[in-house]
């Protein structure tokens, strides 16, 4: 933190932006590689958003759905269209503000059904080491960050984390060879803690932290092995959901729905503070049974705010438009080609993987050390000085832009990260 405030420039304070492209109080302009916080899927003047959102400001301008039986009638409308857009059985919603609270929301959902079903031994979650689920006390929890726990703890004391299935770009020892055997770090989990304990299985798709796309293969095997057993599986698509990866959800194509959904930051397009958690008919069937007279016991006062629903309702409107999805997968295939045309020109980088525009640049020295998270920090400075904001990790530079940048946009962003490689090269060589 001291030295964040030693570094900090006002003059850097944003206060404009438009399309792709945000502007400073010192009238500098960047483009937006990081989409805000990976949530700016729209860019930042999509004017039929911006138009619902001020349509709806001037009707119904605030208002809540917990507790009371009068929700906003735009909260309902958007809940039917959004569980309408959501593969399979996934037709019930429950509206938050952030990542953070719908994850936090699913683990006690799970809970609470094992309760309300006669099945109160069943509190254990199970989380993948690498895998980020928030920042609140029983995400933190969940994210399987270690570091996160040391300074946070004490935490939750009914999560195990296993290792995670291997990518070809993984060299990590936290991660499991992905073949046949690849869900035995799970299976070993559940037989050490008791199938009858566990209460849910949660994971991202796409690993956010490393950009890292889980296979196919082995989340179905894993929604498999739980659905055998009675466990929860939990997807969280904060990040993955709402078009990022060319899809309205990663595992939509999946063999098995997941039991619950997290979806988050591009549902609004990061016009407003929107979050949501959906569930399969059959949860919402056995809690919504007379015979449980408690409601689930979460929530809070901006929950289904008016002017969020209306803004998720305009940004669904547009993502789920013919082609859209396409679009964006085809541009992230797009500046993975030019990254890999690149390379001879840009020093320290090893690859691109990811998926539609969740995309991960590979960082490595000569020897094929990936760089450090303070190597990588260096290159985020850098990049902000030649107009391009990105993301920070530990081996990779996180590349999230708008889902409607443009061809000749992903070529500057191209270049100018490439201009910031070679700068900190030189630097480096003396």
């Not at 809970?111 to 309300?116: A, D, T, V």
């Not at 796409?206 to 997807?235: F, K, M, N, Q, W």
């Not at 194509?253 to 949501?276: E, W």
Request: charged share 20%; hydrophobic share 40%; net charge negative.
């Amino acid at each position: 933190m001291a030295n964040f405030m030693e570094d900090c420039d006002p003059g850097r304070f944003l206060v404009g932006g438009e399309g792709s492209y945000v502007a400073d109080r010192a009238g500098r302009r960047y483009l937006d590689g990081r989409a805000g916080m990976w949530n700016v899927t729209l860019g930042y003047s999509c004017e039929p958003v911006k138009d619902a959102m001020c349509r709806q400001l001037s009707e119904l301008p605030a208002g809540t759905i917990l507790r009371y039986d009068s929700p906003p009638d735009v909260t309902v409308r958007y809940a039917a269209a959004l569980a309408g857009a959501l593969p399979g059985p996934l037709n019930h919603i429950r509206f938050g503000n952030s990542g953070t609270q719908m994850t936090e929301a699913a683990i006690m959902l799970s809970r609470f059904y094992r309760r309300m079903t006669g099945e109160p031994g069943r509190s254990y979650a199970i989380a993948l080491m690498g895998g980020y689920h928030g920042s609140g006390p029983l995400a933190t929890a969940l994210s399987g960050e270690p570091v996160l726990h040391d300074y946070s703890s004490p935490l939750d004391g009914y999560v195990r984390h296993i290792v995670r299935p291997a990518h070809e770009a993984d060299a990590s020892p936290d991660a499991e060879p992905c073949d046949g055997s690849c869900v035995r770090p799970l299976l070993q989990a559940i037989d050490e803690i008791g199938a009858d304990r566990v209460t849910a299985v949660i994971l991202e798709p796409v690993l956010g932290s490393y950009v890292l796309p889980l296979p196919d293969h082995y989340l179905d095997r894993v929604a498999a092995e739980c659905r055998s057993r009675g466990i929860h599986l939990i997807a969280d698509e904060v990040t993955t959901g709402a078009g990022r990866v060319g899809a309205m959800t990663a595992t939509g194509r999946l063999q098995q729905t997941p039991d619950m959904v997290v979806l988050g930051k591009g549902l609004s397009a990061g016009y407003f503070p929107l979050a949501a958690l959906a569930v399969t008919e059959q949860i919402f069937a056995e809690l919504a049974d007379p015979a449980h007279w408690l409601g689930f016991p979460n929530g809070s006062t901006t929950d289904g705010h008016p002017i969020g629903m209306a803004a998720g309702l305009a940004v669904l409107d547009i993502i789920t438009a013919s082609g859209f999805f396409s679009g964006v997968t085809e541009t992230g295939e797009f500046v993975k080609d030019l990254i890999r045309e690149s390379l001879p020109v840009m020093p320290g980088v090893r690859g691109v993987r990811g998926e539609g525009l969740m995309l991960g640049v590979e960082l490595a020295d000569e020897e094929g050390t990936p760089w450090s998270g303070a190597d990588v920090d260096r290159l985020r400075a850098t990049c902000l000085d030649n107009g391009l904001l990105t993301s920070t990790s530990q081996g990779i530079m996180p590349l999230m832009p708008p889902l409607t940048i443009t061809r000749d946009e992903c070529v500057e962003l191209v270049e100018r990260l490439g201009r910031s490689l070679r700068y900190l090269y030189k630097r480096k060589q003396g």
